[in-house]
């Protein structure tokens, strides 16, 4: 068990629809980084905040906002969805914000549009 | 940008056998991080090892061991006496820092990975 906490698991949802992914990172981590794994792209880092502000961008769509709250969890809001985005989503956290520190990935979440 | 290869897809081993996965990097920063994380079929990624640029030194955590070399940009892992349960994918990671305005952060570039099968 990691400690980084990702909710839901699973999502079915349709084209157009808009979800959000919901992350809690390890108790005393800062930092919380998005990534998304699918067959075509493999694992793609998406952004990155630390203790509340947006540290690090990636190729990351404008369709696909993020935001960190003041108790640290982090969301992932994902809209205007497309058979494309159908992909396994990871939250990773850190202690701090420079690279010399492991992340730590949740479960994931395992969105699939249909 | 930095870059990270795994240039085998797919290893299929028997178990007690020894396996190497390779792992080829690029980077223009003098100070960079490496890691190894595991994916089960379960789907989470595991944390295995961090490797810093400026330390060498071979490493070695049971039936792991990790060979860093700078001069072929490469870091490398084998595990000894392979068994069933080793079976996953295994990927090789780059860390780059990220300067944005006067605040840094950081991401982690990943390889392709290596789909292991070690079969009984």
């Known amino acids: 068990d990691s400690g980084v906490t990702q909710t839901p698991k699973h999502l079915i949802t349709a084209t157009g629809q808009r979800v959000t992914l919901r992350c809690s990172p390890r108790?005393?981590?800062?930092?919380v980084y998005w990534y998304q794994q699918s067959l075509d792209q493999g694992l793609q880092f998406l952004i990155q905040?630390?203790?509340?502000?947006?540290?690090a961008k990636g190729n990351i769509l404008e369709r696909f906002s993020a935001q960190q709250f003041p108790d640290l969890h982090s969301e992932l809001n994902l809209s205007s969805l497309e058979l494309g985005d159908s992909a396994l989503y990871f939250c990773?956290?850190?202690?701090?914000?420079?690279?010399?520190?492991?992340?730590?990935f949740g479960d994931g979440t395992r969105l699939s549009i249909l | 940008a930095q870059k990270v290869t795994q240039a085998q897809t797919e290893i299929s081993v028997v178990e007690k056998e020894d396996v190497t996965l390779d792992c080829v990097y690029e980077?223009?920063?003098?100070?960079?991080?490496l890691f190894w994380y595991k994916q089960p079929p379960s789907g989470e990624l595991v944390f295995l090892i961090r490797?810093?640029?400026?330390?060498?030194q071979n490493e070695i955590s049971g039936r792991y061991s990790w060979n860093f070399q700078k001069s072929t940009s490469s870091f490398n892992f084998t595990i000894t006496a392979s068994q069933v349960v080793d079976s996953a994918v295994y990927f090789c990671?780059?860390?780059?820092?990220?300067?944005?305005?006067?605040?840094?952060?950081?991401?982690?570039?990943f390889g392709e990975g290596t789909q292991l099968t070690v079969n009984p």
């Open positions: 990773a956290s850190s202690v701090g914000t420079i690279g010399n520190q492991p992340q730590h």
């Open positions: 108790s005393g981590d800062l930092s």
């Open positions: 905040y630390y203790n509340g502000e947006e540290r």
């Open positions: 980077t223009r920063d003098t100070t960079y991080y």
């Open positions: 490797r810093n640029s400026f330390d060498e």
């Open positions: 990671a780059l860390s780059e820092a990220v300067a944005v305005r006067e605040t840094s952060g950081s991401r982690l570039t």
